[in-house]
């Protein structure tokens, strides 16, 4: 079946320093979506991707859409303490409304 | 707007009981899903349902059963615990792709 692959699993920078997570599909995804968790708490919803080589901007993060459609990341510029916690990709099948987690990448950022 | 709320946000269980956890949601959403998370596994989509009186099998289903006899009702149900099912379970509805969670439900089976 459809796996979504992220890395790194853990990551910790010292604030200020970029950060960055992958996500990588075995197969083509019709778009993709990160969520961010912060610890004890449940997944927000961040953005979505639809087309091949998307790039869309919210403050300090970037996110890409791979021209395949079967990768895309996350990068963080100067990370805050605010910006601790996990985030995830998830990736829906084509034409079927499950979606497959990537497993998240756990960010911590000391002050 | 309640958005998504679920019950109980906490429970401990004996292995081989039961019990049935609820998720409501206010936003008039067709799609409904039941994940479990546990440590470095991610989210994994146990069942999900696509519109009121349906249901279909998600990644990780055994042990499991699902109701969505309402629109704005998703139910889970435990019928005989087991250890294995210590997790956290969180609910989630959408309109289009944007997944909406509640606040989880933290299950152990002792």
């Known amino acids: 079946g459809q796996q979504v692959m992220q890395i790194p699993q853990y990551q910790h920078v010292q604030e200020g320093e970029d950060f960055t997570t992958y996500c990588n599909s075995s197969?083509?995804?019709?778009?993709i979506q990160w969520y961010k968790q912060r610890p004890g708490g449940h997944p927000v919803f961040l953005i979505q991707l639809v087309k091949s080589g998307e790039v869309k901007k919210q403050k300090r993060l970037t996110f890409q859409f791979g021209e395949a459609k079967k990768n895309s990341s996350l990068h963080i510029t100067a990370t805050q303490t605010t910006d601790v916690g996990t985030y995830f990709c998830a990736g829906p099948l084509v034409n079927f409304n499950k979606f497959y987690f990537g497993s998240g990448t756990k960010l911590n950022v000391k002050p | 707007n309640a958005g998504v709320t679920q019950t109980p946000k906490f429970r401990v269980l004996k292995t081989g009981q039961s019990m049935t956890l609820l998720c409501a949601q206010d936003m008039n959403h067709e799609y409904m899903y039941w994940y479990r998370q546990d440590p470095g596994m991610g989210l994994r989509l146990i069942h999900y349902?696509?519109?009121?009186?349906?249901?279909a099998k998600g990644e990780v289903p055994d042990g499991y059963n699902v109701s969505r006899l309402k629109k704005q009702n998703f139910l889970l149900g435990l019928e005989s615990a087991a250890p294995s099912q210590t997790s956290v379970y969180f609910c989630?509805?959408?309109?289009?792709?944007?997944?909406?969670f509640g606040p989880g439900t933290r299950l152990t089976v002792l």
């Open positions: 989630a509805s959408s309109y289009a792709d944007t997944q909406y």
């Open positions: 349902s696509v519109g009121e009186g349906t249901t």
């Open positions: 197969t083509t995804l019709s778009n």
